[in-house]
């Protein structure tokens, strides 16, 4: 009985020691929420700014690139998933991943071949373990993503849609990441990123009151609408990604703070159950030796009393 309740006491230390670990996790993450937050809602008006200049180029002239013109028969589509480099977030990145996993299933459907581009080691371990290609990945940076990783990610992706699908292009790139929502909502979403959209881009734009009562501008182009949509589209793409970027990690840390609060929840239930057990092993320890030294008095008692007989 003695050993038994040694064990259930081990067991208290241990999960208890797992719970002070699952809650410090959980008050990191809540912390860092806050931070990608405030990051995402930096760089949405530079983003939003950067569309409206885009589109306003493409209204303003008829020029054909890249940026704002859907290939006629498109032969091959880039798609970049972002997942995360770590774990213990629940279903985070393998959310991603199947939303990744349907974009593609969509776009083969449509006789395209898929380039993907993936960032976050979980998702390259994912395909890595399939044995399935990938064109390139970047890894070490979900957590806390800074303009110059957007940047690098965008530089092959950009590349690709301005070679020709003869020579390794692509006609369209979209993108996989999960949208923050809330503290307890992230949506995992896939998007086309080019060519644009003008009419998802003019929807957008009737939304937000400001931009729907703003005055249409005639535009002069120096030297050409191409040169300018040439400048505009790296920096786009850029935007884009780290605005993702920021998302995804801003979902990553709600994620792993709702599992280390399950986790942490878990924990004390546990610590309750064997606590009990505990105890009940305890009383039943104490029970036994009260009967045995009863049980033991009796038998003196009556030994004693036949001695005097």
């Given at each position: ?40 809602a930096a760089s949405k008006p530079y983003a939003d700014e950067l569309t409206a200049a885009v589109t306003a180029v493409a209204n303003g002239s ?27 977030a629940g279903g985070y990145s393998s959310n991603a991943i199947k939303a990744g996993e349907r974009l593609t299933d969509e776009l083969v459907a ?17 395909y890595a373990f399939r044995e399935r290609a990938t064109t390139q990945s970047w890894t070490g940076f979900t957590d806390s993503p800074t303009y ?162």
């Amino acid at each position: 009985m003695g050993s038994q309740l040694r064990v259930y006491k081990r067991r208290i230390k241990t999960v208890s020691a797992t719970k002070k670990i699952t809650r410090a996790m959980e008050m990191i993450a809540a912390s860092r929420i806050v931070k990608a937050q405030r990051k995402v809602a930096a760089s949405k008006p530079y983003a939003d700014e950067l569309t409206a200049a885009v589109t306003a180029v493409a209204n303003g002239s008829t020029v054909k690139h890249p940026l704002t013109t859907e290939a006629e028969r498109p032969r091959r589509a880039a798609v970049l998933l972002i997942t995360s480099d770590r774990g213990l977030a629940g279903g985070y990145s393998s959310n991603a991943i199947k939303a990744g996993e349907r974009l593609t299933d969509e776009l083969v459907a449509r006789d395209l071949e898929v380039d993907t581009y993936i960032v976050g080691r979980k998702g390259v371990g994912y395909y890595a373990f399939r044995e399935r290609a990938t064109t390139q990945s970047w890894t070490g940076f979900t957590d806390s993503p800074t303009y110059a990783d957007a940047k690098e990610v965008a530089a092959p992706l950009i590349e690709a849609m301005q070679r020709d699908t003869d020579e390794g292009g692509v006609d369209e790139l979209h993108i996989v990441y999960t949208e923050f929502v809330s503290m307890m909502t992230q949506t995992p979403v896939g998007r086309r990123l080019l060519p644009l959209s003008l009419a998802e881009v003019a929807e957008e734009s009737a939304e937000s009151p400001a931009r729907a009562t703003d005055p249409k501008a005639l535009y002069d182009f120096e030297p050409s609408a191409e040169e300018v949509l040439d400048a505009l589209m790296p920096r786009y793409v850029e935007s884009r990604i780290y605005n993702a970027l920021l998302q995804a990690a801003a979902s990553k840390h709600a994620a792993t703070r709702r599992a280390m609060k399950s986790a942490t929840d878990n924990a004390e239930d546990l610590i309750r159950s064997f606590t009990r057990l505990a105890n009940a092993a305890r009383q039943a320890e104490i029970t036994q030796e009260i009967t045995e030294i009863v049980g033991g008095a009796s038998a003196l008692a009556d030994a004693t009393a036949g001695s005097e007989r």
